[in-house]
């Protein structure tokens, strides 16, 4: 296909011959630009439509077949409906032994006596919003369930141990660091249901003034206290995840550090 469109002179000899079912006297070179260019077999769609409601308005079908092409410039030239890809599949998929299917598809007319348009490009349009509509409505149950799976991820995150923490807390465990003088009464991994109330208990006979951290597995404090008897009772709102907690004494001696499971 050439760079340059058909001009409005062989446009009209395509329209006429088109619509008097004759497209093979058309010279080959103004069929196959038309069988590729878009634009070009919107316009020849356009002015036979043209031509075919003139036809219908004229008392004499036959003087209007005499009618030669150039009288159709003029109407070529002045034509700016896009009658849109319907256009291009009537001229590209149809037959040149069959003029009158090929005028099937055509299904915008630009009636020019009444002004009424209706192009086909809105048609086309409508139909693309059905399909972007029907393509969101299958996306939805995959979109909705996403959440769930965030959530998961989120509550995996929450139970992934702290290092250093979990370090920690595992050779209290094992009884690595554990003082002699002091006794803690609960095991070294706590599991809680959420909200639950959470107490913790201990050996504390000369009631020395003993401080509580808790920290989540990010390391951040989310509670603290400070006692000289020998239970503590945690706040009941701890979020689902893994915690842990260290109790140390006035002189800032780690005396044991456990972990709690809010499950």
């Given at each position: 296909m050439t760079d340059r469109h058909l001009t409005?002179?062989?446009?009209?000899?395509?329209?006429?011959?088109?619509?008097?079912?004759?497209?093979?006297?058309?010279p080959k070179h103004i069929r196959n630009h038309v069988k590729e260019c878009n634009r070009c077999a919107e316009e020849v769609v356009a002015v036979e439509q043209a031509i075919s409601q003139l036809d219908e308005n004229n008392s004499s079908r036959s003087k209007s077949r005499k009618l030669t092409a150039v009288f159709w410039v003029p109407v070529a030239a002045g034509v700016t409906l896009l009658i849109g890809i319907g256009g291009y599949l009537l001229f590209y998929n149809q037959p040149d032994t069959s003029p009158v299917e090929s005028r099937e598809p055509v299904a915008a007319v630009d009636t020019i006596s009444s002004g009424e348009k209706k192009p086909a490009a809105d048609t086309f349009k409508m139909q693309d919003q059905k399909q972007e509509t029907e393509k969101q409505e299958a996306r939805e149950p995959s979109e909705v369930s996403?959440?769930?799976?965030?959530?998961?991820?989120?509550?995996?995150?929450?139970?992934?141990?702290?290092?250093?923490?979990?370090?920690?807390?595992?050779?209290?465990?094992?009884?690595?660091?554990?003082?002699?003088?002091f006794e803690i009464e609960v095991d070294n991994l706590i599991k809680v249901n959420a909200r639950d109330t959470i107490v913790l208990r201990w050996k504390n006979p000369a009631e020395k003034e003993l401080s509580l951290e808790v920290l989540d597995n990010q390391g951040n404090k989310v509670?603290?206290?400070?006692?000289?008897?020998?239970?503590?009772?945690?706040?009941?709102?701890?979020?689902?995840?893994?915690?842990?907690?260290?109790?140390?004494?006035?002189?800032?001696?780690?005396?044991?550090?456990?972990?709690?499971?809010?499950?």
């Open positions: 409005e002179e062989e446009i009209a000899i395509y329209a006429e011959a088109f619509k008097s079912g004759a497209k093979k006297k058309v996403s959440p769930s799976l965030q959530d998961k991820n989120l509550l995996a995150e929450a139970y992934k141990p702290h290092p250093a923490l979990e370090n920690l807390s595992s050779r209290f465990e094992k009884g690595e660091m554990r003082g002699s003088r509670e603290e206290k400070t006692t000289t008897k020998e239970t503590v009772r945690l706040k009941d709102d701890f979020d689902k995840g893994l915690y842990y907690w260290k109790l140390v004494d006035s002189d800032f001696n780690l005396l044991f550090c456990g972990k709690l499971r809010v499950e």
